[in-house]
């Protein structure tokens, strides 16, 4: 990787923020085109905060102490020495102060745009009603059910794990469990193979679809409570158990409707933010 160094006109803070923000990486860190991308994104994005800025709107917006000291401290305790913070600090071109008055810009304009977005309209009840009957795939709860599984494996490298052994050692299992059902978690947790054996082999909650095609049917034509014969996948050979059935259900349009409000009063809100952001003329330099 060619090491870049940031251009020295973008604000520090700006520059991080959105490398992190588009590559999870530190400006430092990044390929030269995607350093390009980041500066071009972040000049973008200090042009349109300065806009916010000067915008009548800005005019009486007071971001407390209090709140600048909490965005400061979500940035410090991440990390474990003050030496690491600062070195962190001085990688990025930024000074303890340089951060605070980023932070302290980037509140602000915040709380400008919270301002413009309580513009936005009221959600009514015609609203909710509607979206409700127009995305009823959203609002149906399809059946799922809680289940158990032990798994071995086949691999034909090692002794224990051929597909015959594997098969044996499996139906033995199967075997035990038809007369003693209450030991599946006990050996699952001793014999199976599958990552959910540390947990007694418990898959928690599943959805149709989510496990491999055959491990699906089966556990779906199962009753509470009751165990599979021996089902065979690519990877090996299963027991699967049905702890518990949950019916699929259709939710209410009562019991949904905070959940639609609150999604279309975003939007509403993202709406009325970008509408003015659009709005603001070029600041003058």
Same mark, same amino acid.
């Given at each position: 990787?060619?090491?870049?160094?940031?251009? =020295? /006109?973008?604000?520090?803070?700006?520059?991080?923020?959105? %490398?992190?923000?588009?590559?999870?990486?530190?400006?430092?860190?990044?390929?030269?085109?995607?350093?390009?991308?980041? +500066?071009?994104?972040?000049?973008?994005?200090?042009?349109?905060?300065?806009? $916010?800025?000067?915008? @009548?709107?800005?005019?009486?917006?007071?971001?407390?102490?209090?709140?600048?000291?909490?965005?400061?401290?979500?940035?410090?305790?991440?990390?474990?020495?003050?030496?690491?913070?600062?070195?962190?600090?001085?990688?990025?071109?930024? /000074? *303890?102060?340089?951060?605070?008055?980023?932070?302290?810009?980037?509140?602000? =304009?915040?709380?400008?745009?919270?301002?413009?977005?309580?513009?936005s309209?009221r =959600?009514?009840?015609?609203?909710?009603?509607?979206?409700?009957?127009?995305?009823?795939?959203?609002?149906r709860? @399809?059946?799922?059910?809680? %289940?158990?599984?032990?798994?071995?494996?086949?691999?034909?490298?090692?002794?224990?794990?051929?597909r015959?052994?594997?098969?044996?050692?499996?139906?033995?299992?199967?075997? +035990?469990?038809?007369?003693?059902?209450?030991?599946? %978690?006990?050996?699952?947790?001793?014999? /199976?193979?599958?990552?959910?054996?540390?947990?007694?082999?418990?898959?928690?909650? $599943?959805?149709g679809?989510?496990?491999?095609?055959?491990?699906?049917?089966?556990?779906?034509?199962?009753?509470?409570?009751?165990?599979s014969?021996?089902? *065979?996948?690519?990877?090996?050979?299963?027991?699967?158990?049905?702890?518990?059935?949950?019916?699929?259900?259709?939710?209410?349009?009562k019991?949904?409707?905070?959940?639609?409000?609150?999604?279309? +009063?975003?939007?509403?809100?993202?709406?009325? +933010?970008?509408?003015?952001?659009? /709005?603001? @003329?070029?600041?003058?330099?």
């Amino acid at each position: 990787m060619t090491t870049l160094t940031a251009d =020295v /006109s973008i604000e520090p803070y700006t520059l991080l923020r959105t %490398a992190l923000n588009l590559f999870k990486k530190p400006p430092a860190e990044l390929e030269p085109g995607q350093l390009r991308q980041v +500066q071009r994104q972040a000049r973008t994005e200090y042009d349109i905060e300065t806009r $916010v800025l000067h915008a @009548p709107e800005a005019i009486g917006v007071i971001v407390s102490e209090q709140e600048q000291a909490r965005a400061f401290n979500e940035i410090r305790n991440r990390f474990d020495a003050e030496d690491a913070f600062l070195a962190a600090l001085a990688a990025n071109g930024l /000074s *303890e102060a340089g951060l605070k008055a980023a932070l302290a810009r980037q509140c602000k =304009v915040d709380a400008i745009l919270e301002r413009v977005a309580a513009r936005s309209p009221r =959600v009514n009840e015609v609203e909710v009603g509607i979206f409700y009957h127009l995305h009823p795939e959203k609002f149906r709860k @399809p059946e799922q059910r809680g %289940a158990r599984h032990i798994l071995i494996s086949i691999n034909p490298d090692y002794p224990e794990n051929t597909r015959e052994r594997a098969l044996a050692r499996l139906t033995e299992l199967a075997a +035990q469990l038809q007369r003693k059902p209450h030991k599946f %978690a006990d050996l699952a947790l001793r014999h /199976s193979e599958c990552p959910s054996a540390l947990n007694g082999g418990n898959l928690g909650t $599943v959805a149709g679809g989510t496990l491999y095609p055959e491990l699906d049917q089966a556990l779906f034509a199962l009753k509470e409570n009751e165990i599979s014969t021996v089902i *065979e996948t690519e990877i090996g050979f299963h027991l699967i158990q049905c702890l518990k059935i949950i019916r699929a259900e259709t939710i209410s349009l009562k019991k949904a409707t905070p959940k639609i409000k609150h999604l279309i +009063q975003e939007r509403y809100r993202r709406t009325c +933010q970008r509408t003015w952001l659009a /709005s603001l @003329p070029a600041v003058e330099s």
